[in-house]
């Protein structure tokens, strides 16, 4: 609720905080997950944030963004939509073609590739540290058209293994190889 990153010591003594509300860059507007990649020293963020739904233009701002272990800004990706009523008169504003449709869960792989789950497309994301989309899968399953590799829209977890397996947590937790390929579940 704060929108801020803030670092603490392992015994839990302050060290600093950055970022503040708002949409600029540096700055959030509904922060919602954290991963480091501790090979490069990079913290990413994901962030959500919305104008009141009764707003015929509200905007929906979803962004990852990038940050040095200090809190320097390194630069951003995703972007903004009209998700109020608006959307039916005028066209969403796409700023990329890879729009990112609310980012709830971030995790980076050994090999510095950023891994999203996102909520409403439901599927999970692959980018390169600049933000390239690599991969798209889940939707309807894996990207072998396996539907037991479908990643349920109330999924809420990812996290990627050394071995660059790809975990999603649902229900249960579906396994993916670093391509999308399914691999099974732990119920």
Not at 1 to 5: H, P, Q, Y
């Given at each position: 609720?704060?929108?801020?990153?803030i670092k603490y010591s392992p015994e839990g003594k302050f060290i600093k905080e950055w970022g503040k509300w708002g949409s600029g860059k540096g700055e959030f507007e509904g922060l919602s997950s954290i991963a480091?990649?501790?090979?490069?020293n990079v913290l990413y963020t994901t962030q959500v944030g919305v104008a009141s739904a009764a707003?015929?233009?509200?905007?929906?701002?979803?962004?990852?963004?990038?940050?040095?272990?200090?809190?320097?800004f390194l630069g951003r990706w995703g972007g903004s939509?009209?998700?109020?009523?608006?959307?039916f008169l005028f066209f969403p504003i796409p700023i990329r073609?890879?729009?990112?449709?609310?980012?709830r869960r971030i995790a980076v792989g050994s090999d510095g590739s950023v891994w999203l789950r996102e909520v409403h497309r439901p599927c999970v994301s692959k980018f390169t540290p600049e933000g390239k989309?690599?991969?798209?899968?889940?939707?309807?399953?894996?990207?072998?058209?396996?539907?037991?590799?479908?990643?349920?829209r109330y999924s809420d977890g990812i996290a990627v293994g050394p071995d660059g397996t790809v975990y999603v947590?649902?229900?249960?937790?579906?396994?993916?190889?670093?391509?999308?390929?399914?691999?099974?579940?732990?119920k």
């Open positions: 609720g704060r929108n801020k990153v480091i990649d501790q090979r490069a707003d015929p233009y509200a905007v929906l701002e979803a962004w990852v963004q990038k940050f040095d272990l200090e809190g320097k939509k009209i998700v109020g009523i608006g959307r073609k890879y729009e990112l449709d609310d980012p989309l690599l991969l798209r899968f889940g939707q309807t399953g894996d990207i072998n058209g396996d539907p037991r590799g479908a990643v349920s947590g649902d229900n249960r937790i579906v396994k993916f190889d670093s391509q999308g390929k399914y691999l099974g579940e732990i």
